[in-house]
C-alpha cells in the first residue's frame, strides 16, 4: 500500500518558519510530481496549489505568487520525501496544508494525497 505522511506543521508568530515534510511509502517505482497545496479556514471547496515540483533532483519547481520569495519547495528523491520551507509567515497563510504525489508503482499509478497539517500563523 502506497500512502503519503505528513509532518512538520503547528503554530508560529507571524514573521516565523516552518519546514513541512511529506514522505511517501510502499512500492514505489517512481514518482513524477510532488506538490504542497493548502485549504484555508472557510474555503472548504477550495483547495490552492501552493508550490510544485517536477522530476527528480533539483527538479523544476513553481509557486504560487502569494508565496513566492517566501517558501522553497525540495524534494529528497532517495527518501521519496518532499519539503516546504515557509520563512517570512503571514496570517493569511493560515491553512491546512496537503501533499500531492503522483506516484508509480508496479502494478498501477496513483494520484495521492497526505492526511493535512495545520498551519496557523498568528498576528
Known amino acids: 500500500q502506497v500512502q503519503l505522511v505528513e509532518s512538520g506543521g503547528g503554530l508560529v508568530q507571524a514573521g516565523g518558519s516552518l519546514r513541512l515534510s511529506c514522505a511517501a511509502s510502499?512500492?514505489?517505482?517512481?514518482?513524477?510530481?510532488m506538490a504542497w497545496y493548502r485549504q484555508a479556514p472557510g474555503k472548504q471547496r477550495e483547495r490552492e496549489l501552493v508550490?510544485?515540483?517536477?522530476?527528480?533532483?533539483?527538479?523544476?519547481?513553481n509557486y504560487a505568487d502569494s508565496v513566492k520569495g517566501r517558501f522553497t519547495i525540495s524534494r529528497d528523491s532517495t527518501k521519496n520525501t518532499v519539503y516546504l520551507q515557509m520563512n517570512s509567515l503571514k496570517p493569511e497563510d493560515t491553512a491546512v496544508y496537503y501533499c500531492?504525489?503522483?506516484?508509480?508503482?508496479?502494478?498501477?499509478?496513483?494520484?495521492?494525497w497526505g492526511q493535512g497539517t495545520q498551519v496557523t500563523v498568528s498576528s
Open positions: 510502499g512500492s514505489i517505482r517512481s514518482i513524477s510530481v
Open positions: 508550490a510544485g515540483i517536477i522530476g527528480s533532483g533539483s527538479g523544476r519547481t
Open positions: 500531492n504525489a503522483h506516484v508509480v508503482t508496479i502494478a498501477q499509478r496513483y494520484d495521492l
